[in-house]
Nanobody
Framework: EVQLVESGGGLVQAGESLRLSCAHS????????IGWFRQAPGKEREGVAS????????YYADSVKGRFTISSDNAKNTVYLQMNKLKPEDTAVYYC??????????????????WGQGTQVTVSS
């Protein structure tokens, strides 16, 4: 059974940084992609960044390019999202998700097969 557990959320001021972690387990196949998504109150869940486990290809939403970095430590089965220069509009529940296909780096929530429970990120102005 695939499991995803997020950690690292919290309350920060605008301009500060946070690093989210997604510990994953249970993959019985070689290729998969891990993505970070976020959902603010009253808004749809949106893709933030994704990474392929096999070749490290990445995707970033335009709103976070240059500020967020996704990385993977395969030895620790953990994917990180380093978030710098945070803005109040980054406030949301952040979810880690996994897709069992890696032909296309996932960008949308309906492409994902497994989800974590989410972690709250709040950025004050």
């Amino acid at each position: 059974e695939v499991q995803l557990v997020e950690s690292g959320g919290g309350l920060v001021q605008a301009g500060e940084s946070l690093r989210l972690s997604c510990a994953h387990s249970g993959f019985t196949f070689d290729g998969y992609a891990i993505g970070w998504f976020r959902q603010a109150p009253g808004k749809e869940r949106e893709g933030v960044a994704s990474i392929s486990s096999s070749d490290g290809r990445t995707y970033y939403a335009d709103s976070v390019k240059g500020r967020f970095t996704i990385s993977s430590d395969n030895a620790k089965n953990t994917v990180y999202l380093q978030m710098n220069k945070l803005k109040p509009e980054d406030t949301a529940v952040y979810y880690c998700a996994a897709s069992i296909q890696t032909i296309v780096i996932p960008r949308f929530a309906d492409e994902m097969d497994y989800w974590g429970q989410g972690t709250q990120v709040t950025v004050s102005s």
